[in-house]
């Protein structure tokens, strides 16, 4: 059987290699190729993953592709990598799709209970990289599964991070980050001293507006928010990390991921984006995993995992690179980031209540209704809202998806009430 996380910091264990490795070593030692599925195909860490698995077809079958709108690109990558099955969430694209795969051999469905078939179809990995908490329901179906879930989605953490961790464990899924600072965590983590650990902290890049005035940032536009300084990323994580949202969110799931206390988590600026995490232990050691910022790095890891692949990227050339700086954060020009922080503090439904309005925020931003500065600021009136009307921190499934909508329609009742 393959494991869930390797640690479980509610019991404070040692950490314990749950004894894994070995179904997966044994299909990549004798070649079986992998059946594995990927959720978000067409976006940005889904076309890096697909980008890894064509350089090697023979190993990998293909089993579920599946996207939101785009028709025609899913049946493009489905065709070029033989899938069998591909999969449009929004129902609409459904004829676009049949035709386009007319006479392929890869078969076409659409809509949200389609998506969720797509994902019970029996395989031995998963990408969850669907973006926002449209990805919690599929990414939670694929965790049933207990096989490998390599998970990019960090919305599904931050919504409802420890029923999708019980989820995990009670599935026996082997959950592998993929984010490139949990990814470097995950490296970095001694698995016999997870005691010793006294902090983690996760390198942030600063994003576009590191060095502006907070005067300067209220006029950015959109072209200045998605113009990021060193990751290519879809446009939602684009404008979180402008934000200083993302590292936000990313805390959030090292809570979730890691066997650490939220007082134990905590951010640096590192505008290189070459040293991703940092794991400091009681002895003063500090354990760090380094690469050219390429999200196909950690894709690669959780594809190989427990073994070690080539991938296609920039090997890294230190004196190229030359320094290697770092600075602490500026919460009062980031003020996402203070809210990320102080919602993973309080541990009563507001990380869910963050979440949600930040996907209401952010895409007011990209669709050019509100400014830059809103973002951060209505977030803050959605959560002040939602904890004047009395939150409770979220049993169930059900409560989650319950929150997650009351809060998206107070997002949007301030948004209308201040345009
Ligand atoms: P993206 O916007 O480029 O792609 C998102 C994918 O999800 C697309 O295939 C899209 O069709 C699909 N999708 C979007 N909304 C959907 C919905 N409602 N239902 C079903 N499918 C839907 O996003 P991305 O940058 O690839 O990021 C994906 C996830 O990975 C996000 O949670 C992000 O935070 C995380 N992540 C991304 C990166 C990166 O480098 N891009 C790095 C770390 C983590
Ligand atoms: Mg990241």
């Not at 190729?33 to 195909?41: D, E, K, Q, T, V």
């Amino acid at each position: 059987m393959i494991s869930g996380i390797a640690w479980d910091k509610t019991t404070e264990n040692e950490l314990t290699q749950m004894g894994t490795a070995a179904a997966v070593a044994t299909s990549a030692e004798t070649h079986t190729p992998r059946r594995i599925s990927i959720l978000g195909a067409t976006g940005s860490v889904g076309c890096s993953t697909l980008d890894l698995i064509g350089r090697d077809p023979e190993r990998y079958d293909v089993v579920a592709l599946t996207a939101h709108n785009n028709a025609e690109q899913l049946a493009r990558v489905a065709v070029e990598h033989n899938a069998e099955l591909a999969v449009l969430a929004n129902p609409d694209g459904y004829e676009d799709l049949k035709s386009a795969l007319a006479g392929t051999g890869t078969e076409a469905a659409a809509g949200p209970d389609a998506l969720i078939e797509a994902v019970e179809r029996s395989v031995d990995w998963t990408m969850a990289a669907i973006t926002g908490c449209a990805g919690l329901q599929p990414t939670l179906k694929a965790v049933e599964q207990g096989t490998c879930v390599a998970l990019a989605n960090k919305e599904c953490l931050v919504s409802a991070g420890d029923l999708f961790m019980k989820a995990v464990d009670r599935a026996g899924a082997q959950l592998l980050p993929v984010d490139s600072e949990h990814s470097a965590a995950y490296q970095a983590i001694d698995p016999g001293a997870s005691t010793a650990i006294e902090r983690i902290l996760l390198t942030a890049s600063g994003g576009p507006f590191r060095t502006w005035t907070a005067e300067k940032m209220a006029s950015a536009t959109l072209a200045d928010a998605l113009n990021h300084p060193t990751w290519s990323m879809g446009r939602k994580i684009t404008i979180d990390s402008a934000t200083l949202m993302n590292k936000g969110l990313e805390l959030i799931e090292a809570f979730h991921l890691f066997p650490v206390e939220a007082n134990q988590l905590d951010v640096v600026i590192h505008p290189q984006s070459i040293l991703h995490c940092l794991v400091e232990y009681a002895d003063g050691s500090v354990l760090a995993q380094m690469s050219s910022p390429d999200m196909r790095t950690p894709i690669a890891y959780s594809l190989a995992w427990p073994e070690r692949m080539w991938a296609p990227t920039e090997r890294l050339d230190l004196a190229k690179v030359g320094s290697l700086t770092f600075e602490a954060p500026d919460k009062d020009r980031f003020p996402a980031l203070r809210l990320a922080q102080d919602a993973m503090m309080a541990d009563n439904g507001t990380t869910t209540v963050l979440n949600a309005a930040n996907e209401i925020a952010v895409e007011a931003f990209l669709e050019g209704r509100i400014e830059f500065a809103r973002i951060a600021a209505l977030v803050a009136d959605t959560i002040d809202a939602a904890l004047r009307d009395g939150i409770a921190k979220p049993e169930t499934l059900a409560d989650v998806f319950a929150l997650d909508d009351l809060s998206r329609g107070l997002a949007r009742s301030l948004l209308s009430d201040k345009s």
